[in-house]
């Protein structure tokens, strides 16, 4: 039988932040990570549980000044059938599909997959590469984290003992173009062996790319950014000497490791192969 | 605490620790034990049980998020009959074997025919993609998937 540490289940924003004031609570959405968690074989199982299902004010989509909120409980199901999200950043539907299966989405949460922090968290790549400002509440005050400061290390992130995160906001830039790609065993079900996420801008037509950002997740103890890489792209448009060049300074600039799910080798290998297709793709060669 | 909810039409109370897994408030203080356990850990898709209409893992929902929802299990399936026709289906077409599978397997299928998609081979294999199958090679759960869903849709239309 799992551990069942003490959990207490507040329906209002203020009666969470009293309890969070009062004793440290490790924060429960969907549950599709804890629940793993507490079976007490990854580590101690947190001691008390705070469960923010029923705060329905972190549900929910909207685009406001010019940017995409998403609440923190919003599920990956919510996303991918959101048309909001489908008019506005198609990439971020592609990117749910693509995490566990029917059951995991209709749970799974984005802003438990922020806060939970794996480095292999399928949605974080997406979340570096789009520039998410994370939006953080406790009794006192809110405060907006971006989301190059946002995951410190392994498995850590900015989020304070009395604070909730409460959404993810993604900045809206005009002709941003944003891709999404994910490696694992199979299509459903699997944890990354490598996730990019790429963003750019640029005109119409075979213009140079700007304000490139490349993000990879299950290459590094967090997800990162490719800065490296990232400068290659940057002022190039794609073509064929701009993809050789980003694939093999990738491939010179990630340090991934071997584990269960994977070796070093074929995620350095897999990585720059991705993006040197994702840049095929859109330079249309 | 306590802890109420709706599980196959009937209200149910139950008196348990509110981080108890909802398949072991099923198996254990409800005696419905057609939900099986497979992996514990959400891989594997045998606990399956529908959640307010939605197809969930229930090793990885406590029953404090169960307060004031409808459950429904394997058991609920059929009301006026041994099987309902997916059920029957799964028979016709030798979409069972062990057994192990079976329960989540329907209930991840009858989320999906409920939902009303269009039935196809691919949106078949993506809604059962949550489901582990060792024994049928998932071909014949396809099948019947596929044959309970024409079916429903014809006997819509007459």
């Given at each position: 039988?799992?551990?069942?540490?003490?959990?207490?289940?507040?329906?209002?924003l203020?009666?969470?932040?009293?309890?969070?004031?009062?004793?440290?609570?490790?924060?429960?959405?969907?549950?599709?990570?804890?629940?793993?968690?507490?079976?007490?074989?990854?580590?101690?199982?947190?001691?008390?549980?705070?469960?923010?299902?029923?705060?329905?004010?972190?549900?929910?989509?909207?685009?406001?000044?010019?940017?995409?909120?998403?609440?923190?409980?919003?599920?990956?199901a919510?996303?991918?059938?959101?048309?909001?999200?489908?008019?506005?950043?198609?990439?971020?539907?592609?990117?749910?599909?693509?995490?566990?299966?029917?059951?995991?989405?209709?749970?799974?949460?984005?802003?438990?997959n922020?806060?939970?922090?794996?480095?292999?968290?399928?949605?974080?790549?997406?979340?570096?590469?789009?520039?998410?400002?994370?939006?953080?509440?406790?009794?006192?005050?809110?405060?907006?984290?971006?989301?190059?400061e946002?995951?410190?290390?392994?498995?850590?992130?900015?989020?304070?003992?009395?604070?909730?995160?409460?959404?993810?906001?993604?900045?809206?830039?005009?002709?941003?173009?944003?891709?999404?790609?994910?490696?694992?065993?199979?299509?459903?079900?699997?944890?990354?062996?490598?996730?990019?996420?790429?963003?750019?801008r640029?005109?119409?037509?075979?213009?140079?790319?700007?304000?490139?950002?490349?993000?990879?997740?299950?290459?590094?103890?967090?997800?990162?950014?490719?800065?490296?890489?990232?400068?290659?792209?940057?002022?190039s448009?794609?073509?064929?000497?701009?993809?050789?060049?980003?694939?093999?300074?990738?491939?010179?600039?990630?340090?991934?490791?071997?584990?269960?799910?994977?070796?070093?080798?074929?995620?350095?290998?897999?990585?720059?192969?991705?993006?040197?297709?994702?840049?095929?793709?859109?330079?249309?060669? | 605490?306590?802890?109420?909810?709706?599980?196959?039409?009937?209200?149910?109370?139950?008196?348990?620790?509110?981080?108890?897994?909802?398949?072991?408030?099923?198996?254990?203080?409800?005696?419905?034990?057609?939900?099986?356990?497979?992996?514990?850990?959400?891989?594997?898709?045998?606990?399956?049980?529908?959640?307010?209409?939605?197809?969930?893992?229930?090793?990885l929902?406590?029953?404090?998020?169960?307060?004031?929802?409808?459950?429904q299990?394997?058991?609920?399936?059929?009301?006026?009959?041994?099987?309902?026709?997916?059920?029957?289906?799964?028979?016709?077409?030798?979409?069972?074997?062990?057994?192990?599978c079976?329960?989540?397997?329907?209930?991840?299928?009858?989320?999906?025919?409920?939902?009303?998609?269009?039935?196809?081979?691919?949106?078949?294999?993506?809604?059962?993609?949550?489901?582990?199958?060792?024994?049928t090679?998932?071909?014949?759960?396809?099948?019947?998937?596929?044959l309970?869903?024409?079916?429903?849709?014809?006997?819509?239309?007459?």
């Open positions: 039988m799992p551990h069942e540490p003490p959990v207490v289940s507040p329906r209002t203020p009666e969470a932040y009293a309890l969070l004031a009062a004793a440290p609570h490790r924060p429960l959405a969907g549950g599709t990570d804890l629940l793993v968690q507490i079976s007490g074989e990854l580590g101690e199982p947190p001691e008390r549980v705070l469960d923010i299902w029923h705060l329905d004010e972190l549900r929910g989509i909207r685009v406001e000044s010019n940017a995409l909120v998403i609440g923190a409980l919003t599920t990956y919510e996303i991918r059938r959101s048309p909001v999200v489908a008019e506005f950043l198609p990439a971020l539907a592609e990117a749910a599909a693509t995490i566990g299966a029917a059951q995991i989405q209709n749970r799974g949460t984005i802003g438990g922020a806060a939970n922090a794996s480095p292999a968290g399928d949605m974080l790549p997406l979340l570096l590469a789009c520039d998410a400002q994370f939006v953080l509440g406790s009794a006192h005050r809110q405060r907006w984290v971006a989301a190059r946002f995951w410190p290390a392994y498995r850590r992130t900015a989020i304070a003992g009395d604070e909730l995160l409460l959404r993810i906001s993604l900045p809206l830039p005009s002709r941003r173009q944003v891709r999404y790609r994910k490696v694992g065993t199979r299509r459903a079900q699997a944890i990354s062996k490598v996730v990019i996420g790429l963003a750019w640029a005109e119409e037509g075979a213009t140079p790319w700007r304000e490139v950002r490349l993000a990879l997740g299950s290459v590094a103890a967090t997800t990162i950014r490719a800065p490296r890489t990232e400068a290659v792209l940057e002022g448009t794609p073509d064929e000497a701009t993809a050789d060049r980003a694939a093999a300074t990738l491939a010179d600039e990630i340090k991934p490791i071997d584990d269960v799910r994977s070796t070093a080798d074929y995620r350095r290998a897999v990585a720059s192969r991705v993006l040197h297709r994702l840049i095929r793709d859109e330079g249309g060669w | 605490m306590s802890y109420r909810f709706v599980v196959n039409g009937e209200p149910v109370a139950v008196e348990v620790p509110g981080m108890r897994r909802l398949l072991d408030v099923l198996r254990e203080e409800l005696h419905l034990t057609g939900t099986k356990e497979g992996c514990g850990e959400g891989e594997c898709g045998a606990c399956s049980v529908l959640l307010d209409g939605v197809v969930v893992d229930s090793c929902v406590p029953i404090c998020q169960v307060d004031g929802t409808v459950v299990t394997v058991e609920g399936l059929a009301r006026d009959a041994p099987l309902n026709d997916l059920q029957s289906a799964f028979l016709e077409t030798g979409g069972a074997q062990c057994g192990i079976t329960p989540g397997m329907l209930m991840a299928a009858e989320a999906y025919l409920v939902a009303g998609s269009p039935i196809s081979d691919g949106a078949i294999r993506e809604a059962i993609a949550g489901n582990l199958c060792r024994c090679g998932y071909t014949k759960i396809v099948e019947a998937i596929a309970a869903g024409e079916r429903r849709r014809r006997d819509a239309s007459v």
